[in-house]
C-alpha cells in the first residue's frame, strides 16, 4: 500500500517508518534505507528476514556499508576499484534516485551490481543512478545484497537447515542467500516505491555479469512473479556451469578448511574479516588456466533456485517478461589479455584448451575457424575469443534463440567500440559497456580502460545506448529517435543492434560464432 509522501519532499512515510532524505542535482535521494533486517549473529547464513523498522525520523543522506568483499587499495589494471569501505554485514540497504516525491507512478529501474559474485556495491558512484532518473524521469534504485562466502557458501549436508513455518515443522531453506536478498529488495521496491513516485507495476530489473545472472535468476523466482515487467541482461555469464547441492560440496569443504572451521556453527564464531580473508584461497583452489575464476557460484539447489538462470526466462511467467541482452565483442579481454600467462600462451595450448571443449579431433579446425574470422590473430585472441564465446555470446544467443521461436520478446545487441588502454589489448572488454549506459563518465575516472576514448566518439554513442536503456525501461522498446532502428531479435533475421563507433543494426552478427558451435555440437551428440 502507498504512503502520502511527508510535506517536506525530503520525506517519505514508510510502514516500518520515516525516512529523511536530501536533493541532489535536483533529484531527491534517499541513501541506506533498509530493506531487510541485519543478516548477522544467528542470521548469518539465513535467508533475508524483514526489518523491524525504526521509531522517529532515519536520516538517509549517506551511504551505508556495502557487503564485506575483498579489497585491494588501487583496484584492479582494468576496471580499478570495484568497492570501496567502508565494508560490513549490515549491508542489507538500497539507494533511490527520484526526479520528485509525488504520486507520478514513474517507470522504476532496480540495478543489480555485478562483479564475479564476490565483489561490488549498488552505492558505487559509477552505478549511481541519477543519468537514468533526470534523463528518464525515472525511479532508480540500485540495491546492496550478501555477497562472496556470505551470500554464496553453500551448507554441507550436516550443516543442512531449515526454516520453521508457522505449523512448527522444519522446511528446508536452501542455501543463495544472495537471491533471498534481492527478492527480499524487489518486494520491498514494489510495496513501497509508490512513495517515491515509482509505478510499482512497471519495475525493470538490469544488472550486469553476476548482476545480469542474479536478474535471470530473480525473473524466474516463484516469489517474484508477476512484479517484474522487463529485464536488462548486460553481459551475462550464461556459459558458466552453476552446481547442484552435491557438486557445491568439494568448494564448501575447501573453504571450511581455508578458514580454519568444520561447520556453519563454526564459522559464525568468526568475524567477517577473517571469513573474506579465507575467501581468497579459494581463487587458487577453484582456479584452472584458460577458464574464468569463480570460487564461488550460484547452486541449483532445487529450493531457491530450481533451474539454471538461463532457462528462467523461458518458462512460466517469467517468458512473458519483456528481455534485452548484449555481450561485448571481447568479453574474456578484461580478465585474460594482460595476463602473461594466458597473453603469452602458444598455438598447442590453445589447441589444448579448445580440445576441452570440442574433443581433440575437431581442435584443429576450431582453431582455424577461429583465426579465419580474425585475421592475423594470435594464440591468445583465438583463446580469447573462445572463452568469450563459450562464456558469454554463445548462451546468450541461445536464449535469445529460444525465446524468438517462442515468439517471445528479445532485443539482442552486441558492444564493439574497443578501449585504447595498453595498445588496444583489452579490446571492446568485458565492463565496458557500463559507462556507456550509464553516460557518467565523469563517475567513471579512474577505471584505466577508458582512459583515452575519443570525447565525441565517446560521448555519442553513451548517449545512443542511455537512451535506448531509457526507453527500453519505459516502453519495453529500445528505439529512439537519435539512433538506427532496432527490430527485435527474430529467427528468421537475428538482428542485433552493434553499438560502436558508428551504431548499426546487423542481421546474424553473431552468426559465426553460432554456427562453429552449433556445427560441434552436433559432431559431439552425433
Not at 513516485?197 to 555479469?209: F, K, L, R, Y
Not at 535469445?400 to 564493439?416: G, L, S
Not at 588496444?424 to 579512474?446: I, V
Amino acid at each position: 500500500m502507498a504512503h502520502t509522501p511527508g510535506p517536506d519532499e525530503t520525506m517519505v512515510d514508510l510502514p516500518a517508518g520515516r525516512l529523511r532524505g536530501a536533493v541532489e542535482d535536483g533529484l531527491t535521494v534517499f541513501r541506506a534505507v533498509p530493506y531487510a533486517a541485519s543478516p548477522v549473529g544467528e542470521l548469518r547464513w539465513r535467508p533475508a528476514r524483514p526489518h523491524p523498522g525504526w521509531s522517529g525520523t532515519r536520516d538517509a543522506t549517506a551511504d551505508g556499508p556495502s557487503a564485506p568483499q575483498m579489497y585491494r587499495e588501487g583496484g584492479d589494471p582494468v576496471l580499478g576499484g570495484h568497492g570501496e569501505p567502508p565494508f560490513d554485514e549490515d549491508c542489507l540497504t538500497l539507494n533511490v534516485w527520484t526526479p520528485a516525491v509525488d504520486d507520478a507512478r514513474r517507470p522504476v529501474l532496480v540495478w543489480i551490481h555485478g562483479g564475479g559474485f564476490v565483489s561490488g556495491s549498488g552505492s558505487l558512484p559509477a552505478y549511481s543512478g541519477a543519468t537514468f532518473a533526470r534523463d528518464g524521469d525515472l525511479v532508480v534504485v540500485g540495491i546492496n545484497y550478501r555477497i562472496g562466502p556470505l551470500g554464496y557458501l553453500h551448507p554441507t549436508p550436516e550443516d543442512g537447515y531449515g526454516e520453521a513455518d508457522g505449523d512448527g515443522a522444519a522446511r528446508p531453506a536452501g542455501g543463495n542467500h544472495w537471491l533471498g536478498d534481492q527478492l527480499a529488495a524487489l518486494r520491498w521496491v514494489h510495496e513501497n516505491i509508490a512513495s517515491f513516485g515509482g509505478d510499482p507495476d512497471s519495475i525493470t530489473v538490469a544488472g550486469q555479469s553476476g548482476g545480469a545472472v542474479s536478474t535471470a535468476a530473480l525473473a524466474g523466482a516463484p516469489g517474484a512473479t508477476g512484479l517484474i515487467r522487463r529485464v536488462i541482461l548486460m553481459s551475462p555469464p550464461f556459459g558458466l556451469d552453476f552446481p547442484s547441492p552435491e557438486g557445491s560440496l568439494e568448494r564448501t569443504a575447501a573453504y571450511l578448511e581455508l578458514a580454519g572451521a568444520e561447520s556453519l556453527a563454526e564459522l559464525r564464531a568468526q568475524d567477517w574479516p577473517a571469513l573474506i580473508a579465507a575467501a581468497g584461497g579459494l581463487f587458487a583452489r577453484t582456479s584452472h588456466w584458460g577458464y574464468w575464476p569463480t570460487p564461488f557460484l550460484p547452486v541449483i539447489d532445487g529450493v531457491t533456485l530450481h533451474r539454471h538462470p538461463a532457462e528462467a526466462l523461458l518458462h512460466g511467467a517469467a517468458a512473458g517478461i519483456e528481455v534485452l541482452i548484449g555481450w561485448t565483442r571481447e568479453e574474456a579481454n578484461f580478465g585474460f589479455a594482460l595476463d602473461p600467462g594466458h597473453a603469452d600462451a602458444d598455438r598447442e595450448r590453445v589447441t589444448a584448451r579448445i580440445a576441452e571443449t570440442f574433443g581433440a579431433g575437431a581442435a584443429p579446425d576450431v582453431y582455424a575457424a577461429y583465426e579465419r574470422t580474425r585475421p592475423g590473430a594470435r594464440p591468445v585472441d583465438v583463446l580469447m575469443d573462445l572463452i568469450t564465446d563459450e562464456l558469454f555470446r554463445m548462451p546468450a544467443v541461445r536464449l535469445a534463440e529460444a525465446r524468438a521461436a517462442a515468439q517471445r520478446p528479445v532485443w539482442a545487441y552486441q558492444f564493439n567500440l574497443p578501449s585504447v588502454a595498453y595498445e588496444g589489448r583489452l579490446g571492446a572488454a568485458h565492463c565496458l559497456e557500463l559507462p556507456f549506459a550509464f553516460d557518467n563518465f565523469e563517475q567513471w575516472a579512474g577505471a584505466p580502460f577508458v582512459a583515452g576514448l575519443a570525447p565525441a566518439v565517446r560521448d555519442g554513442l553513451a548517449h545512443t545506448m542511455h537512451r535506448a536503456w531509457i526507453a527500453f525501461v519505459r516502453t519495453g522498446d529500445p528505439n529512439h529517435p537519435d539512433m538506427p532502428h532496432w527490430s527485435p531479435y527474430g529467427s528468421d533475421t537475428r538482428t542485433t543492434m552493434r553499438f560502436d563507433s558508428v551504431v548499426t543494426a546487423l542481421d546474424d552478427l553473431a552468426g559465426d560464432s553460432r554456427r562453429l558451435h552449433e556445427g560441434a555440437l552436433r559432431r559431439l551428440t552425433s
